[in-house]
Structures are given as structure tokens and as C-alpha cells.
């Protein structure tokens, strides 16, 4: 099972880092060690002090396929959740500078929470509304229609590189608002409206 992870798939994300918009998708990986399930605490580790939150759209993708193409993308998917790809932001400028690989600032231990799926013929895929509380204040409130790269370009730009699996996931990326967690922290993430994660920092 493989974890994809879309960077700066948001203009105002990636404005808010003052990073250029890119050109094509940008996509990291993480390991399965790095889930966090089922509202378990995240346990904030000692190699970093600048833990940043992102909450994403995931998709889970439903069954295998390489070089999709665009007519076909949307069969590849058909569920939908939220996900957290947290972010040791200290350590992933340090590396940036050198132009190294980020994983170790990305791809840690429980760097990947995860809710529940959900069918996506609930939702107009164009237009979900996730939202992100810390501390019942709500930190970010994003749209899938400001999306630079939509799911089925996701899926297409992917899949040339690497067979999809049924299974694996794509964290499509973060809209404005990431900041930092502390030890204590209660994180809940909303989708349309509905509570899908509350976990707390420790
Ligand atoms: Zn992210």
C-alpha cells in the first residue's frame, strides 16, 4: 500500500510559504508506518519544534491501473476522506536550502492521520468544504474547487510514474491556514459539516 502526497496544490497554501505556484503536480511519498488511525493521540516527536497541520482531501483508490488516462480518471476512485499530512517545517527548510529529500521532515512515524471514508456520490467532487479546528477555532476552511491540479489530473500524473494499487491513497494537498501544534492541542476536521477526526496532541 502506498501513501502519495501532493504538495502545494493550493494557490493561497503555497502563497503563505512563498513558494511559486507549480507547473506540475508535486508529489512525495510516505511510508504505512506514518498512518495514524481511528482518533489515536499523535505524540509529538522530539526531532522537531515546529509541527506544522495540513489538513487534505484523500482519496483511496479502488483498483489497479497504470498510465490512466483523463476520460478514465475518475473510475479509479470512489471514496473519499480527510487526512492530516503533518509536517516537521523546521527540518523541511533546512533541507529545501540544501535541495535535499524531504522525507524524514514528511514521511515519519504517524505523519499521515487518517479518517474514515466516505462514498464520493455524496459530495460534488468540484466543491467539498473541509474545515480544521484547533482548539474549537477553526484554523483552515478549504474548498476543492480552488484546487490547482483536480483529483483526475492527480490520478493521471501519478499513475505515470507508478502503478496505482487498490488501496493506496492521495492526500491531494493543503489549502491556507497550516500552523503549528502543540502538546495538548485538540485537532477535529470537518467534512461538509461533518465531524470526521478529534484527536488530541500529547
Ligand atoms: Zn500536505
Not at 483511496?60 to 480518471?73: D, E, R, V
Not at 473519499?80 to 533541507?95: C, K, N, P, S, V
Not at 484546487?147 to 500524473?157: Q, R
Request: net charge negative.
Amino acid at each position: 500500500m502506498k501513501i502519495f502526497c501532493i504538495g502545494r496544490n493550493y494557490a493561497d497554501h503555497a502563497a503563505e510559504l512563498k513558494n511559486p505556484l507549480p507547473s506540475k503536480p508535486i508529489v512525495f511519498m510516505k511510508p504505512p508506518t506514518a498512518l495514524l488511525l481511528d482518533n489515536k493521540p499523535f505524540y509529538h516527536p522530539e526531532f522537531s519544534n515546529d509541527i506544522h497541520y495540513e489538513l487534505e482531501v484523500v482519496l483511496k483508490i479502488q483498483k489497479n491501473g497504470k498510465q490512466i488516462q483523463p476520460a478514465f480518471a475518475s473510475e479509479y476512485y470512489e471514496e473519499i476522506g480527510l487526512g492530516i499530512d503533518f509536517t516537521a517545517r523546521d527540518l523541511q527548510d533546512e533541507l529545501k536550502q540544501k535541495g535535499h529529500p524531504w522525507e524524514i521532515a514528511k514521511a515519519f512515524d504517524h505523519s499521515a492521520v487518517l479518517s474514515s471514508f466516505f462514498p464520493l456520490s455524496e459530495y460534488d467532487k468540484n466543491n467539498i468544504h473541509f474545515v480544521l479546528k484547533v482548539n474549537d477555532e477553526v484554523r483552515q476552511d478549504g474548498y476543492t474547487k480552488d484546487l490547482i491540479f483536480s483529483f483526475d489530473h492527480l490520478i493521471c500524473y501519478v499513475s505515470k510514474y507508478f502503478t496505482l494499487q487498490k488501496g493506496d491513497l492521495i492526500y491531494t494537498g493543503t489549502p491556507a491556514g497550516v500552523g503549528k501544534i502543540n502538546i495538548g492541542d485538540r485537532l477535529e476536521a470537518f467534512l461538509e459539516g461533518q465531524k470526521v477526526l478529534d484527536f488530541r496532541i500529547k
